[in-house]
């Protein structure tokens, strides 16, 4: 166990979190557990809510109604310097005239360490998060990735209890984002640490969360795991955010317990549901793009269409097919060598343990 962290690592509770600006209600009645150790994220569209929690958790906003609870303290009116939690920003808050040394000491001297452990907790920091030799460099000469590992070493020698994170990969090229996603995820499992994270981008959020919470509007839409949410959407706004996704009105025929029966133009399918549906109701059917598959045999049973159009994408080649049942975004990946012209007719078929259903 390092010594960044306690030997229990801390639980964050929301019990019933809301909070006003005025007349805006930003967050709305949010009730949430953090488990230990963990790394959960709050995904959403700008303004859903997600920034707010994460400042209410930091201290930086407090709740106009409801409780937080850090291993069960209430730490609702808390001030920030007492709630052993830390932040690392989307601008990452560097001192452009201070060395990346300078910058991780900074909250240790206010907290008034002595020079020796400084130098011990800045040592065993900058090995952590991979800028050893880089200390007296001025932050202001930094890579973008760099400066993020700075940010986080300076987070981490506050020996916090829990780790919030507000977008921090957001200034990062693709390339380097997707990189440094997959060493905050390590650190975090390496470490044990409670942590927090927020961001819009759902493919972030598939990559590094034990739990995603998918807010909306001020309240949770769904919490799961990155594959319940993908696999399992609890209705189309979730089922549109986490990926990509067909969401074709169906006719439900009949209802089974486990899954319905469901009527797509002049196809029948059996599917799961979130919620167990009437029949006669009408029902989104959630179809992913690389659960399609398309032929060009006419003969062939399938949803026919015609190809809307097409696009070369290197591992697969993408589709928008226009049928009676609406327009079907796809990605071929078997037959990438041969690209379809525009207005080919075509058979689709589904990978059918793979729909779902939501009403």
């Given at each position: 166990m390092s010594k960044f962290t306690d030997t229990k690592t801390a639980e964050v509770k929301l019990e019933q979190i809301t909070k006003r600006f005025g007349k805006v209600t930003a967050v709305n009645a949010v009730s949430l557990e953090i488990p230990h150790g963990k790394l959960i994220t709050l995904l959403g569209p700008s303004g859903c809510g997600k920034t707010t929690i994460l400042r209410m958790i930091?201290?930086?906003?407090?709740?106009?109604?409801?409780?937080?609870?850090?291993g069960g303290e209430d730490i609702t009116h808390l001030p920030p310097n007492?709630?052993?939690?830390?932040?690392?920003f989307q601008s990452y808050a560097l001192f452009p005239h201070m060395n990346v040394y300078e910058n991780i000491a900074y909250g240790l001297r206010v907290m008034r360490w002595s020079e020796e452990n400084i130098r011990a907790a800045i040592e065993?920091?900058?090995?952590?998060?991979?800028?050893?030799?880089?200390?007296?460099?001025?932050?202001?000469?930094?890579s973008g990735g760099q400066q993020q590992r700075v940010a986080v070493a300076r987070a981490?020698?506050?020996?916090?209890?829990?780790?919030?994170?507000?977008?921090?990969?957001?200034?990062?090229?693709?390339?380097?984002?997707?990189?440094?996603?997959?060493?905050?995820?390590?650190?975090?499992?390496?470490?044990?640490?409670t942590s927090v994270y927020v961001t819009h981008d759902q493919s972030e959020a598939l990559a590094i969360s034990d739990q995603i919470v998918v807010m909306d509007?001020?309240?949770?839409?769904?919490?799961?795991?990155?594959?319940?949410?993908?696999?399992?959407?609890?209705?189309?706004?979730?089922?549109?955010?986490i990926g990509e996704a067909n969401l074709l009105d169906v006719e439900v025929l009949d209802v089974e317990e486990q899954a319905a029966r469901v009527r797509v133009d002049a196809i029948?399918?059996?599917?799961?549901?979130?919620?167990?549906?009437?029949?006669?109701?009408?029902?989104?059917?959630?179809?992913?793009?690389?659960?399609?598959r398309i032929s060009t045999n006419e003969q062939k049973q399938g949803l026919k269409g015609?190809?809307?159009?097409?696009?070369?994408?290197?591992?697969?080649?993408?589709?928008?097919?226009?049928?009676?049942?609406?327009?079907?975004?796809?990605?071929?990946?078997?037959?990438?060598?041969?690209?379809?012209d525009r207005g080919t007719p075509v058979s689709?078929?589904?990978?059918?343990?793979?729909?779902?259903?939501?009403?």
């Amino acid at each position: 166990m390092s010594k960044f962290t306690d030997t229990k690592t801390a639980e964050v509770k929301l019990e019933q979190i809301t909070k006003r600006f005025g007349k805006v209600t930003a967050v709305n009645a949010v009730s949430l557990e953090i488990p230990h150790g963990k790394l959960i994220t709050l995904l959403g569209p700008s303004g859903c809510g997600k920034t707010t929690i994460l400042r209410m958790i930091a201290g930086l906003e407090i709740p106009t109604a409801g409780h937080i609870y850090l291993g069960g303290e209430d730490i609702t009116h808390l001030p920030p310097n007492e709630r052993k939690i830390t932040m690392v920003f989307q601008s990452y808050a560097l001192f452009p005239h201070m060395n990346v040394y300078e910058n991780i000491a900074y909250g240790l001297r206010v907290m008034r360490w002595s020079e020796e452990n400084i130098r011990a907790a800045i040592e065993e920091a900058v090995r952590m998060v991979g800028l050893k030799g880089l200390t007296q460099r001025a932050s202001n000469e930094l890579s973008g990735g760099q400066q993020q590992r700075v940010a986080v070493a300076r987070a981490l020698v506050l020996k916090p209890k829990v780790l919030l994170f507000d977008e921090p990969l957001s200034n990062l090229d693709a390339k380097l984002r997707k990189h440094m996603r997959g060493e905050i995820r390590n650190l975090q499992r390496d470490l044990g640490i409670t942590s927090v994270y927020v961001t819009h981008d759902q493919s972030e959020a598939l990559a590094i969360s034990d739990q995603i919470v998918v807010m909306d509007n001020a309240v949770i839409s769904q919490l799961g795991t990155p594959k319940e949410l993908y696999t399992r959407p609890a209705n189309p706004f979730v089922a549109d955010f986490i990926g990509e996704a067909n969401l074709l009105d169906v006719e439900v025929l009949d209802v089974e317990e486990q899954a319905a029966r469901v009527r797509v133009d002049a196809i029948e399918v059996v599917v799961p549901y979130y919620r167990p549906p009437r029949p006669g109701e009408q029902a989104k059917l959630v179809i992913r793009p690389e659960d399609i598959r398309i032929s060009t045999n006419e003969q062939k049973q399938g949803l026919k269409g015609v190809v809307k159009f097409a696009q070369y994408q290197g591992a697969s080649n993408d589709y928008i097919i226009e049928t009676a049942a609406g327009e079907l975004s796809m990605n071929d990946y078997e037959a990438k060598e041969m690209l379809l012209d525009r207005g080919t007719p075509v058979s689709l078929t589904f990978r059918n343990d793979h729909l779902f259903l939501i009403c």
